[in-house]
C-alpha cells in the first residue's frame, strides 16, 4: 500500500458516535492522520491503510462512503549540506570497560570461571560397595 489521503463521507449524529469512530480509524493499522469537519460530515484519513476495510468498520457505527481516494507523495527531502565529523573525547575511568577482568578477583572465594581444570592425584580411586 502507498501513503493515501481517504475523503470519507459519515452520517454522524451523536457525539458518542464520532468518538467510537475516531477511535475505530486510529485503530487501524498505518493511519498518520485523521482529520474531521462536523458540518459537512467529512473524515479525511492520511496513512498507508486499506480504504474498504476502513470503511466496512465504520459502517457498523454509521453510515460511510468513500468520497476520493488519493495518492499522496511524499515531501521530497531537500539535501542538507554536509557538516565534518565531529570527534569527542571521553575521559578513560574504570567505568568505560565494564567487562574488564579485576585483580580483586583473585584474592575471593567465587573467582569468575575461566580456564580451569581439575587434577586428580589418584586416578583410579574407584570405591564399589
Do not use: W
Not at 454522524?12 to 480509524?25: L, Q, S
Not at 476520493?68 to 575521559?91: G, N, R, T
Not at 578477583?105 to 567465587?110: E, G, K, V
Amino acid at each position: 500500500l502507498k501513503l493515501q489521503k481517504a475523503v470519507l463521507q459519515l452520517s454522524v449524529h451523536d457525539e458518542r458516535i464520532r468518538k467510537k469512530a475516531f477511535v475505530t480509524v486510529s485503530r487501524s493499522q498505518g493511519v498518520t492522520s485523521i482529520t474531521m469537519d462536523d458540518k459537512t460530515g467529512k473524515m479525511t484519513v492520511v496513512g498507508e491503510v486499506d480504504t474498504p476495510v476502513l470503511v466496512m468498520k465504520l459502517r457498523k457505527l454509521c453510515n460511510a462512503e468513500i468520497v476520493s481516494v488519493e495518492v499522496v507523495k511524499p515531501p521530497e527531502k531537500k539535501p542538507e549540506p554536509a557538516k565534518p565529523a565531529e570527534i569527542v573525547a571521553f575521559p578513560v575511568t574504570d567505568m568505560n570497560y565494564p567487562y574488564q577482568y579485576y585483580s580483586s578477583y583473585a584474592n575471593s572465594h567465587y573467582q569468575p570461571y575461566g580456564n580451569s581444570r581439575v587434577v586428580v592425584e589418584e586416578p583410579n580411586t574407584c570405591v564399589l560397595m
